[in-house]
Structures are given as C-alpha cells and as structure tokens.
C-alpha cells in the first residue's frame, strides 16, 4: 500500500481508522498496526496512549531521547509481583504462617471455619506482632490440608 493509499492514523501511525466494506474510514473506531485491536475512537487519542503503553511499552522506543529507560533496553511498564517473586509465594515468611496454621487445624481437629473468627486474627496479630496480618480464607486452607 503506498503512501497516498494508506488510510490516516493517529500516533505515529500506530493506530489507524477502520475501513469499512464500502472503502469509507469509521472515524469512531481505530485499529491499532501493531496487534490488530479494535478500539474506540472520541476525538481523543488518550485512550489509544493508553493502549499502547499498556500493551506495547517499547513501541515508543524510537521516540524516547538517549536518556530514558525505553532507550537504555527498560520497559516502561511496572513490575508484577509475579516477576519480581519468580513464581514463588509472595512471602516466605506468610506461607510458613499459614503451613502452622493448616497444621494446628489438622492435628487438634479444629473447623476449617476457625479461620473465619476474628478473635483468632486478633491473637495472631498480637503473637506475630504484626497488626496487617490477616487469616488466610477457608479455601486456602482446605487447598493446604489436600496438598499435605
């Protein structure tokens, strides 16, 4: 498709308006060039911008002065906590709480339910020193207690 063909975009380029089947352009709908979705169009590219820093951090890379993250190889988009932890609980420490509580429910013969008073948080709080820590729910537990 040569340059007098090619249909207006929006953002370098990146998103262009929808063709419809008569040859017409859809100014109320944009498609983005680099992964084909639909997206609204309101006479404002704020949510395309949105689209593509979400979607596609480094497709700004070639726009980005020498001194940014994007041009030094760094995404723009902020870490998981999946890939900070690798996969791993996201606190050793937690985990380790909630294998002893598992086992306390499993050798006094304790409900599951027990996880759901709040003055066996209150105790935990007071015993662990931690005012933030909270109960793991009923199902966390039955997961541990099949798991074992």
């Given at each position: 498709?040569?340059?007098?063909?090619k249909?207006?975009?929006?953002?370098?380029?990146?998103?262009?308006?929808?063709?419809?089947?008569?040859?017409?352009?859809?100014?109320?709908?944009?498609?983005?060039?680099?992964?084909?979705?639909?997206?609204?169009?309101?006479?404002?590219?704020?949510?395309?911008?949105?689209?593509?820093?979400?979607?596609?951090p480094?497709?700004?890379?070639?726009?980005?002065?020498?001194?940014?993250?994007?041009?030094?190889?760094?995404?723009?988009?902020?870490?998981?906590?999946?890939?900070?932890?690798?996969?791993?609980?996201?606190?050793?420490?937690?985990?380790?709480?909630?294998h002893?509580l598992?086992?306390w429910?499993?050798?006094?013969?304790?409900?599951?339910?027990?996880?759901?008073?709040?003055?066996?948080?209150?105790?935990?709080?007071?015993?662990?020193?931690?005012?933030?820590y909270?109960?793991?729910?009923?199902?966390t537990?039955?997961?541990?207690?099949?798991?074992?």
């Open positions: 498709m040569d340059a007098a063909m249909p207006p975009g929006l953002l370098q380029g990146k998103c262009i308006f929808k063709k419809l089947p008569n040859g017409n352009l859809d100014k109320t709908k944009v498609v983005c060039t680099l992964c084909n979705a639909e997206l609204v169009y309101c006479r404002s590219s704020s949510s395309l911008k949105y689209h593509l820093n979400a979607k596609h480094l497709a700004n890379a070639e726009n980005a002065g020498p001194s940014t993250d994007v041009a030094q190889g760094k995404s723009r988009r902020q870490t998981t906590m999946f890939e900070c932890n690798r996969g791993k609980p996201f606190s050793t420490a937690l985990s380790a709480k909630t002893l598992t086992q429910i499993t050798t006094s013969c304790r409900p599951i339910s027990v996880v759901e008073d709040d003055g066996l948080e209150l105790v935990l709080q007071a015993a662990t020193g931690d005012p933030s909270k109960l793991p729910v009923m199902r537990i039955m997961r541990r207690i099949h798991e074992t």
